[in-house]
């Protein structure tokens, strides 16, 4: 099976996801809604979640980098690695006002 194309997702200035494009509702199954706020969390492998949510409540509290690699759940239930990054999209004063989420597979990590 061919990799995933990339998912993107974009959060408020503290983190919340917003948006979740066609790829993450297509791979997940989820509806966008339900991907909104910390829904995200919920389709992570439940080993990498606690993880994930450290890392990227680190991130927006101190507007930094972010990456992590997690197993996200497909629509079909498999689990499969993904490298995500994030980078904030700060006005011209230098506030955060929103962060760009990308989420890639990692083909050769398999599936869990």
């Excluded at 993107?8 to 948006?19: L, P």
């Excluded at 991907?35 to 680190?58: F, Y």
Aim: contains cysteine.
């Amino acid at each position: 099976m061919p990799p995933a194309a990339p998912l993107i997702v974009i959060a408020d200035v503290e983190g919340r996801n917003v948006y979740a494009d066609g790829a993450v509702r297509a791979y997940t199954g989820l509806s966008g809604e339900t991907l909104k706020g910390h829904g995200w969390l919920d389709v992570l492998h439940p080993d990498d979640q606690a993880r994930a949510a450290a890392a990227w409540a680190q991130a927006v509290a101190c507007g930094g980098r972010y990456e992590a690699d997690y197993r996200y759940r497909r629509h079909d239930g498999a689990y499969c690695w993904f490298h995500a990054k994030a980078i904030c999209d700060r006005d011209a004063s230098g506030r955060i006002r929103r962060w760009f989420i990308v989420s890639e597979e990692i083909p050769e990590r398999g599936r869990a």
